[in-house]
């Protein structure tokens, strides 16, 4: 796939200058859209189940609230790493988990002691020994399982993308939590046009299950939303640390609302993991992150 011939190019050349086009079109990143497998397809991953585990690696459990659900499953052998931005490993599988509870048993947004708590990523790489499908713990129903593939796509920066603000803002500081930015458009009075292809290409690739490039936001910017947990506070520290946060983080894994696998979110919610790009090359995923958005 060449970003430059995607839709969301083409919309920019359509809809922008053709400077503001240039800047749009350098701005887009690989994603890989995971969808629903069909017969002749590689399977790349799935939804529920159960998951594939080591015989040494415990099932994750929020201490105080119960073992966490297992959500999606990724075959890093099967994505084209390659051609992602970030470092994703090339072999292995990776595994998520969430407690999928509500109230004072729900995960919360900006919560870092409940976010490391209830959510957990799992790397089992290739040459693991004793690895074999484990079944949720007594009392946890498994989500129903749905097999996926995938296809590399272009994605686009929210409007409050720390990115499209230092491209397009006008003297709006990129780092700031609730600076908003406009698409330039230009010959289309209202942006109607510009939007209208950004929702037929969002249509076109729902649910949003996705592995890498930008998060598809529900309720603001998920990348600064994330910088909060991992720098909490109002000083000049805690902000510093977050605008240093902001280049650094990368969205490893996106997992949107789906009726097939029973997954719902709060209202259409999604969820996503993020991780600093050196931790991901490093194979830390203790270090991975976390943040929920629902309407």
Excluded at 92 to 107: I, Q, R, T
Excluded at 122 to 133: C, K, L, R
Excluded at 263 to 278: A, F
Aim: net charge negative.
């Amino acid at each position: 796939m060449e970003i430059s011939e995607s839709p969301l190019a083409e919309a920019g050349r359509r809809f922008f200058s053709p400077e503001n086009a240039k800047k749009w079109i350098e701005l887009l990143r690989p994603g890989f859209h995971l969808r629903l497998q069909n017969d002749g397809e590689p399977l790349v991953g799935y939804l529920g189940g159960d998951p594939l585990l080591p015989a040494d690696v415990e099932w994750p459990v929020w201490e105080g609230h119960g073992p966490l659900s297992f959500v999606a499953a990724l075959d890093c052998g099967e994505i084209p790493v390659s051609e992602l931005d970030i470092p994703v490993p090339d072999s292995g599988m990776l595994s998520f988990f969430y407690f999928n509870g509500v109230g004072e048993d729900a995960v919360q947004y900006l919560d870092p002691d409940s976010i490391k708590g209830g959510t957990r990523v799992i790397y089992v790489p290739e040459d693991a020994e004793g690895v074999a499908s484990r079944p949720a713990p007594e009392g946890l129903e498994a989500f129903p399982r749905v097999m996926l593939t995938g296809e590399l796509i272009a994605t686009a920066p929210d409007n409050e993308n720390a990115a499209l603000v230092a491209a397009f803002g006008e003297g709006e500081d990129p780092a700031a939590d609730d600076d908003y930015t406009e698409y330039p458009t230009v010959g289309d009075a209202d942006g109607d046009g510009f939007y209208d292809a950004l929702t037929t290409f969002g249509r076109d690739h729902s649910p949003h299950h996705r592995v890498g490039g930008y998060a598809l936001p529900k309720a603001g910017s998920v990348t600064k939303e994330v910088t909060h947990v991992l720098a909490p506070g109002g000083d000049d520290t805690a902000k510093a640390a977050r605008k240093a946060l902001l280049p650094e983080l990368v969205m490893l894994m996106q997992v949107d609302s789906d009726a097939r696998a029973a997954m719902e979110w709060g209202d259409t919610g999604r969820l996503y993991w993020l991780i600093r790009r050196d931790d991901l090359a490093a194979r830390d995923f203790a270090k991975a992150t976390f943040t929920w958005q629902s309407e």
